[in-house]
């Protein structure tokens, strides 16, 4: 019923930008909230940022005035602009968003893309 499609990541050096997208298709009433996450290779899945349709933002503290999430209500799409990366950010980053159906809501999660930090 919906279909996320995540694009953006690849390699960049320390200190370096990235841009991250996720854009969300298919038969839905609205979005609701949307974040990102991320997992790193032998750690537990984080979540990195959220935002409400109104737009307003969680940061977790290691990201909070380097990242900016962001989206475009029009387009379904969430962004999430990445400055000043460090070789910790090096991760999958997993879109993911809630979605209404009439009078319910679930949850989706896109496919991931990578994020590969060099020091």
């Known amino acids: 019923q919906v279909q996320l499609v995540e694009s953006g990541g690849g390699l960049v050096q320390a200190g370096g930008s990235l841009s991250l997208s996720c854009a969300a298709s298919?038969?839905?009433?609205?979005?609701?909230?949307m974040g990102w996450y991320r997992q790193a290779p032998g750690k537990q899945r984080e979540l990195v940022a959220t935002i409400t349709r109104d737009g307003n933002t969680n940061y977790a503290d290691s990201v909070e005035g380097r990242f900016t999430i962001s989206r475009d209500n029009t387009k379904n799409t969430m962004y999430l602009q990445m400055n000043s990366l460090k070789p910790e950010d090096a991760a999958v980053y997993y879109c993911?968003?809630?979605?209404?159906?009439?009078?319910?809501?679930?949850?989706?999660w896109g496919q991931g893309t990578q994020v590969t930090v060099s020091s």
């Open positions: 298919g038969r839905f009433f609205s979005i609701t909230a």
């Open positions: 993911q968003v809630r979605v209404r159906f009439g009078v319910y809501e679930d949850d989706y």
